[in-house]
C-alpha cells in the first residue's frame, strides 16, 4: 500500500504533452532527484548549467525509448521513430546512401533494423505473458503527464508513467534489463533507484495505491516477469525521494551546489570484500 499522502500535495493535474515536450518542461522529476542523490554539483552540471551540453543517448537508452513507445503507443510509433535500412556505410557509396536516407527522416530517431526486431519481439513477449497481458487488457492510459507542486518546498513535480489504470488504482511501468529474475531485477532496482521512481510516481498520482513492474529481457528468449513494489519498497523510495527533494530546495535557496565530502573521509573496504 502507498503511504498516506502528504499534506503538503497540491492537487495533481493531468496534462497532454508529446514525451519531447514533457522533458523540456520545468519541474522535479526522478532523473533530476538520480542527480541530486549523486550530488548537488552533477544536479546543477545537468539541469542549471547554461553550458551544459547533453550527452547523446547511447544505444541502449535509445533500444528502451523506441521499445517503450512500441509498446505503450505502437499506433503513434512512426511518428517519432524510423526504421534505418542495412547500408554498409564504410563505403563511399554506403556513405551516400546513408546520408540521403537521413535527410528524409525529418529530425525522427533512427532504429536499426535488427533493433526493430527485437522490439517486436519483446512486446510480443510481453503480450504473452499471463499476468502482464492481464495489466496490459486494464482500461489504463499510456504516458500521461503528471504535475503537481509541492508546498513544503514550492517545488514543481512531475511524473510520466507509462501505463496509468486509474479505475484499478495501478500503475505500471515496462522495464527493459538484461536480467528479469528476481535477484537479477533487484540488483536493477538498486542501481538504478527503481524504488524512489514507484514511491516519486504514487505521490504524483491520486487514487492510485500499486506499482508493477514489468520487466523484459532485452536478449531472446526475452524472458518476462512482472513485480509489484512491496510497502516497504515504496517506504524507503519515498524517504529517498524526499531527501533528494529537500536537498534541492536548499541547494535553490543557499545558491551552493557542492559536490562530494569537503572534508577527509575516512575509506574503508568495500563490504563486498572479505579478504
Not at 492537487?11 to 532523473?31: A, C, L, Q, R
Not at 510480443?124 to 509541492?150: C, F, M, Q, Y
Not at 533528494?244 to 530546495?249: F, I, T, V
Request: charged share 30%; glycine share 4%.
Amino acid at each position: 500500500m502507498q503511504n498516506a499522502p502528504r499534506l503538503s500535495q497540491i492537487m495533481p493535474t493531468e496534462k497532454v504533452m508529446s514525451n519531447t515536450d514533457y522533458h523540456k518542461s520545468g519541474g522535479i522529476n526522478k532523473s533530476k532527484l538520480d542527480d541530486m542523490d549523486r550530488s548537488p554539483l552533477h544536479a546543477w552540471e545537468r539541469w542549471i548549467n547554461p553550458k551544459h551540453v547533453e550527452e547523446p543517448p547511447t544505444p541502449a537508452m535509445l533500444l528502451g525509448s523506441a521499445y517503450h513507445k512500441f509498446q505503450t503507443e505502437p499506433d503513434d510509433f512512426f511518428n517519432e521513430f524510423i526504421i534505418a535500412p542495412q547500408i554498409n556505410r564504410r563505403t563511399k557509396v554506403g556513405k551516400e546512401e546513408y546520408a540521403k536516407f537521413e535527410k528524409t527522416a525529418k529530425g525522427k530517431t533512427l532504429v536499426d533494423d535488427k533493433d526493430f526486431t527485437r522490439i517486436q519481439a519483446m512486446c510480443e513477449s510481453v503480450r504473452n505473458h499471463p499476468a502482464a497481458s492481464k495489466l496490459l487488457a486494464l482500461k489504463g492510459k499510456p504516458e500521461v503527464s503528471i504535475t503537481w507542486k509541492d508546498y513544503e518546498t514550492g517545488l514543481d513535480c512531475k511524473c510520466r508513467p507509462d501505463w496509468y489504470c486509474p479505475e484499478d488504482g495501478i500503475l505500471v511501468d515496462f522495464k527493459t534489463t538484461e536480467d528479469a529474475s528476481e535477484r537479477g531485477f533487484q540488483r536493477s532496482v538498486e542501481k538504478f533507484r527503481y524504488h524512489v521512481q514507484a514511491a516519486w510516481y504514487l505521490r504524483g498520482v491520486e487514487n492510485c495505491q500499486s506499482f508493477i513492474f514489468i520487466a523484459v529481457e532485452k536478449k531472446a528468449p526475452y524472458a518476462v516477469a512482472c513485480y509489484n513494489a512491496s510497502a516497504e519498497m515504496l517506504a524507503a523510495g519515498g524517504r529517498a525521494a524526499e531527501r533528494n527533494l529537500q536537498q534541492w530546495a536548499r541547494c535553490l535557496e543557499s545558491k551552493r551546489w557542492p559536490s562530494y565530502a569537503d572534508n577527509i573521509v575516512n575509506l574503508d573496504p568495500p563490504k563486498w570484500n572479505n579478504d
